[in-house]
C-alpha cells in the first residue's frame, strides 16, 4: 500500500469518525442526559467517570464514560467488573447492558483521541503488564467497538462465577482480547471498521446472529481457525496464554 492511498484511508476514516460521532451525539443525547440525570439524582455526584487510558503510540488521554459504579469503586475492588459486582448503581446494570455508558466515548471521538473502531483502550496499570507482542495493539487509535467488544460482550455474566474476576480476565478474555486487537491492527481498513460498526449494533438484540456474521468476517480477511471459533463463543472459556507470554497468568 502506498502513502498517499494510506493517507487517503486516514482522512477518510477521520471524516468518518467524526461525521458519525456527531450525529449519533445528536440522536442519542436525550437518553444519555436521561441516565446523567438519574444517577445525579440517585448520589449527587457527578454522572460520567473520566478515567485515564493508554492511546495510540502510548499516549495517556482522559477517557469518558457514563458511570454505572459507586464513586471511588476503582479504590475499592479490581479493574474487573462483573455483573453481580456490588459497586455497580441500581441503575448501572440497565446502562451497561444497553451499553450506554460507552456512547460517553463519542466526545472522545470528537477530540480524536479515539476511533469508532479500534482496540478498546486499557488502563495505565493494564498496559504496564503488556508483553512487547500487546504494545504493538498500540500502534493504532483506540475505539469503542472492535471485534472483541462484540465476542465479549457478556463479559460481566463470564466473570461472574470468579471470586478473583482480574486474575480470571487475564486468564479467559485478555488473551483472546489481545489477539484479536493484534488481528486488527494487522488487518484495518474502512470496510472492516463499517462491518463492525454494523455487527455491534445488531449484537444487541441479536448476538447469535452477530456472532455468526463475525466469523464469517473474521474467516473473509484471513483470520486463524481459533479466532474464527472464538467469536462464534459455543464452547467454555478456558485459560489461555496471552501473546508474548510463555505460561497462563496465575497472579499479578
Known sequence: MNISRTKRIS???????????????????????FFCLTIYI???HNPLYISKRVGMQGKVFKMYKIRTMIINADKIGGTSTKSSDSRLLPVGKLI??????????LFNVLNSSMSLVG?????????????????KILDVKPGITDFSSIIFADEGEILNKYEDVDIAYNQLIRPWKSKLGLFYVKKKNNKIDFALLILTFINIFYRKKALVLLSKLIAKVGGSEELINIALRKGPLIPSIPPGFNSIITKL
Open 42 to 44: 440517585y448520589d449527587k
Open 11 to 33: 482522512i477518510f476514516k477521520k471524516l468518518f469518525d467524526f461525521n458519525i460521532s456527531f450525529l449519533l451525539l445528536l440522536f442519542i443525547s436525550p437518553l444519555i442526559l
Open 96 to 105: 451497561r447492558k444497553l451499553k450506554l455508558d460507552e456512547f460517553a466515548q
Open 119 to 135: 482496540p478498546r483502550p486499557n488502563t495505565i496499570i493494564d498496559v504496564s503488564s503488556y508483553s512487547n507482542e500487546e504494545l
